[in-house]
C-alpha cells in the first residue's frame, strides 16, 4: 500500500470517522449574552426550584405555628417574610428587642439545596460564560424572594412590631450566602475549571493544605459535637428547669425544636470552648479557665453549658485541639513534600481551619435582646486556634517525616469530571485537510525519500567444505569467503518520470 493510502484524511463534510459535519450558518457568531432554550430552562430551574421549595417548608411552618397557637392569620404575610429574613441570619427587631442571634440548621439546608442544584446543572468542561450565568441563577431567586420579603415587612410595619435591619444587611447576607452555595456546587463538579479563572496557578501544597483543613474542621465539630453529649447527659437534672415556663404540649414541642434549630450554634460555642476562648452571654462568659454569672436564656438547648466555678481538670480539654492539629500534620507529613524548612501545607491548614472557625462564629452569635451579645470571643479563638493546629501541625508532620512511611495522597476525582467524553480524535485530525485532486498538497504530506535498494540476504552454512564458490569480483586478489550469501537486488519504486532499471 502506498504511503498516500496510508494517510487518515478528512475531507469536507467528514470528520475521519464517517460522521457527516453540519457547517455552522453563515452570519455573526452569538454573543455571551445568547442561551440555547435547553440552558434557558437549567438556568431558570437554578433559579426558582431552591427558592420555591423553602418558601413553601416556610408557609407551611408558619401556618401550622399560628394555627396551634391561635394567632389570628392576619398577619401571616409579615410572619411568613421575617422568617425568610431570619432563615438567612438578617437580623429582626420585634418591638424592641433585637434578634440577632438565629438558627444556623436552616441557614445550612438553604445553602445545600442552591449548591446542590447548581452542582445538578454544571455542564462537562464549562466555559466561564457558562459559569457566570450558572452563578447569575443560582443568586437571581433568593435576591428576588429577599426584595419582595423586605417589602413586605415594610408595609406590615404598621400593623405588626415588626422591623428589618434594612436592605443592605438583608441583600449582603444572602448574597454571601448563595456565592458560597454556587461556588460548592460548582467545586464539587468542576474544580479544575474553577481553577482556571483564578490569575495565578494554585500550588500542590495547598491544594493538600485544603483537604486537610476540611478533615481538621470535621474532626475538631465532631469532638465538639461528643463534648456537648456527654455535658448533655452529665446535666440531665436541669431538663425540668428548662421547661418550666412550657404550659401545654404545644410549649414543649416549640421549645424541643427551637433547641434543635440552635444545635449548631451550641456545637460552634463548644468547639470554641475547648480551643480556650470563652463563651460571652452579655456581661457574663464561659470558658475553662472561669465561669463568670449572667443572665443566661432559659432553652433546653442550653443545658450543657457548665456551671462555675470552674474546675482545674478542665484545662486537660485542651490537648483536643492540639490533638487534631497533630493529626492533620500526620496526615500531610505522610502525603506532602513538607519539611521541617518550609511547612507550607501545614500552615496552610492551620491558617484555613481558623479561618472557617472563625466564619462559624460569627454566624452562629449575635445580639439576643436583653441577654446581650451572645458568642464565641473572636479574638481569642482566632489566635488560640491558629496556635493549636499551627503547632501541634507541626509537631505532627516533623513526627511522620520522621517515623512513618509516606503514602501517596488520595485524590480527588471529582475534579476529573469535566474531562469526560473528550473527542482527541477531532483535535487531532483538525489540520489534516487535503483535497485528493491537488498534487501540491500531496507533494507537501508526503516527502520522498532518495531511491534505494533493497537487498535480501539470507546467510547459508556451508555444508561442503571440498565445493568453494567465489563470488569476487573478476582480477580480485581477496580470499573468497568461507560463508554463502545469496544477494537479491530488487527494483525500488521510482516515480513514473524517472524509470532507470535497478539490476
Known sequence: MSSR????????????????????????????????????????????????????????????????????????????????????????????TTLGLLPLVPTAVLVWLAARECARAVPNRPTPVELGWLTGAVLAGPLLMTAVCLA???????????????????????????????????????????????????????????????????????????????????????????????????????????????????????????????????????????????????????????EGPAAAWWAVLLLVPLAVGVLGGIELGRTSDDRPGAPWATLTCAALSTLTFLVLAILG??????????????????????????????VGMVFARRFLAPTAPAEDYDEYDDYEDDDYDDDYYEDDEYDDDDPEDYEDAVEYDDPAVEVDGELVEDFDDDVEVSIAAPGSTDEPADDIVDVEVVESDLPDEDKTPGR
Open 152 to 306: 413586605v415587612t415594610g408595609d406590615a410595619a404598621g400593623v405588626t412590631p415588626l422591623e428589618s435591619s434594612g436592605p443592605i444587611a438583608a441583600f449582603g447576607w444572602v448574597l454571601v450566602l448563595y456565592l458560597v452555595a454556587a461556588a460548592a456546587g460548582i467545586g464539587t463538579r468542576a474544580w479544575g475549571s474553577l481553577c482556571a479563572l483564578l490569575p495565578i496557578e494554585i500550588p500542590e501544597w495547598a491544594v493538600l493544605g485544603a483537604r486537610a483543613a476540611r478533615r481538621t474542621v470535621l474532626r475538631m465539630l465532631g469532638c465538639a459535637a461528643l463534648a456537648t453529649a456527654i455535658s448533655f447527659f452529665v446535666h440531665f437534672s436541669r431538663l425540668d428547669g428548662a421547661y418550666q415556663q412550657a404550659h401545654n404540649f404545644t410549649d414543649v414541642l416549640g421549645m424541643t425544636l427551637l433547641s434543635l434549630l440552635y444545635l449548631p450554634n451550641v456545637v460552634i460555642g463548644a468547639a470554641g470552648i475547648l480551643s480556650g476562648a470563652a463563651v460571652l452571654f452579655g456581661a457574663g462568659s464561659v470558658g475553662l479557665f472561669g465561669v463568670t454569672g449572667g443572665h443566661m436564656p432559659v432553652l433546653p438547648a442550653l443545658i450543657p453549658v457548665p
Open 5 to 96: 493510502n496510508a494517510l487518515v484524511r478528512r475531507t469536507s463534510g467528514s470528520r475521519g470517522t464517517g460522521e457527516t459535519v453540519t457547517a455552522p450558518p453563515p452570519g455573526p457568531e452569538p454573543g455571551w449574552w445568547t442561551l440555547s432554550p435547553e440552558r434557558a430552562r437549567t438556568l431558570l430551574l437554578v433559579a426558582a426550584r431552591p427558592t420555591i421549595t423553602a418558601l413553601a417548608a416556610t408557609v407551611l411552618l408558619v401556618l401550622v405555628v399560628m394555627l396551634t397557637t391561635g394567632t389570628d392569620l392576619t398577619s401571616a404575610p409579615a410572619a411568613v417574610a421575617a422568617t425568610w429574613l431570619a432563615a438567612h441570619q438578617v437580623p429582626l427587631t420585634v418591638g424592641r
Open 365 to 394: 452569635s449575635g445580639q439576643l435582646g436583653a441577654v446581650g451579645w451572645v458568642g464565641v470571643d473572636l479574638l481569642m479563638l482566632v489566635v488560640l486556634m491558629v496556635t493549636w493546629f499551627g503547632f501541634g501541625g507541626f
